[in-house]
């Protein structure tokens, strides 16, 4: 069935149009249940595949400790393979039709204290260029609230300085509108004059290097880093992991003791607005989010929040 597999992505990918990101969680979830079906259940052809060796994967998953939010990812990859196959007439039955997916318990999101915020912003000195950029991606993710994932795959052009707002794409390529503030406004403005010269000029040293080398001309990097606005140190577009890193090694510096997740100032963004009277509907459009009920989790963090705050400083709670 790995053909059927290979069959199915190409179909995901130019069809459906799928995120990178969701195309690559279809993959290693459709390998790991292939694997399953044939190691465990002894399952050589899509119709041998019943609805108990489904519900059986999805026990062994569980068995592993995989969490329900997986659970129920499994069961979408499942679906639509299973789905694709009828389609194609590869298969004459969809063992998948009844499977329910488990209903997942949503966890509040953690978040920063508004005094633990300022420490983490405070702490890039703005010294030297890699501060400079720490600095703007810190400020930059607070004031606009927009994902990791965007923030990393914004250009030097998504952004006015001058009219306070940058522009990134979001889930499904939708484009959306931000304003920043003028403290980011003037953390950017300060990394993209003096401090982003200094890593584009590792990338163009690099890049003479390489055309020495191979006696090649017109080389451009497949990630546009000439175009990206956050660069690493190799004067290439900046990642999700090397994000990460950098967040890590700055929280621990700066001695912020709460959890850090790469999102943590997004949900901090989020929870910080309505905290102080913002719109949920407004708070919504800035997140992102296509439905107001993926934006109402924040509604709970202040709930808990201020149930806090009364258990701590009412003498008689």
């Known amino acids: 069935m790995d053909d059927f597999l290979k069959n199915f992505m190409q179909f995901i990918l130019v069809e459906k149009r799928v995120a990178k990101n969701t195309l690559l969680s279809y993959e290693r979830d459709l390998k790991t249940y292939l694997h399953y079906l044939k190691n465990v259940e002894a399952i050589e052809t899509c119709n041998q595949v019943?609805?108990?060796?489904?519900?059986?994967?999805?026990?062994?998953?569980k068995e592993q400790g995989k969490s329900t939010k997986t659970l129920a990812r499994h069961v979408a990859s499942i679906r639509a393979f299973h789905q694709f196959l009828l389609r194609a007439q590869v298969s004459n039955q969809d063992p998948s039709v009844l499977i329910e997916p488990p209903k997942s318990e949503r966890s509040i999101p953690k978040v920063l204290s508004l005094k633990e915020v300022e420490k983490l912003l405070d702490f890039p000195s703005g010294q030297g260029h890699f501060g400079l950029r720490d600095k703007a991606m810190l400020e930059l993710l607070y004031a606009t609230g927009i994902r990791v994932s965007e923030l990393i795959q914004i250009d030097v052009a998504h952004v006015n300085v001058t009219m306070g707002f940058v522009t990134v794409s979001g889930n499904g390529n939708k484009e959306r509108i931000i304003p920043i503030g003028k403290t980011a406004a003037e953390a950017l403005k300060d990394y993209i004059d003096k401090g982003r010269k200094n890593f584009v000029s590792k990338n163009e040293n690099h890049s003479v290097n390489f055309q020495q080398e191979n006696h090649s001309v017109n080389f451009l990097e497949e990630n546009h880093s000439d175009r990206a606005l956050f660069l690493n140190h190799q004067g290439k577009r900046l990642t999700r992991q090397g994000f990460w890193k950098i967040l890590k090694k700055m929280a621990q510096e700066a001695g912020i003791e709460s959890e850090l997740t790469p999102n943590t100032l997004r949900h901090s963004f989020a929870t910080h607005l309505l905290e102080n009277g913002?719109?949920?509907?407004?708070?919504?459009?800035?997140?992102?989010?296509?439905?107001?009920?993926?934006?109402?989790?924040?509604?709970?963090?202040?709930?808990t929040r201020l149930k806090d705050v009364y258990s701590k400083y009412h003498p008689r709670a």
Do not use: C, M, P
Not at 50 to 61: D, P
Not at 279 to 297: P, R
């Open 50 to 61: 019943q609805r108990a060796h489904i519900i059986h994967f999805l026990s062994f998953l």
């Open 278 to 303: 913002a719109d949920l509907k407004a708070v919504q459009e800035l997140l992102g989010h296509a439905n107001i009920s993926t934006t109402q989790i924040y509604t709970q963090v202040t709930k």
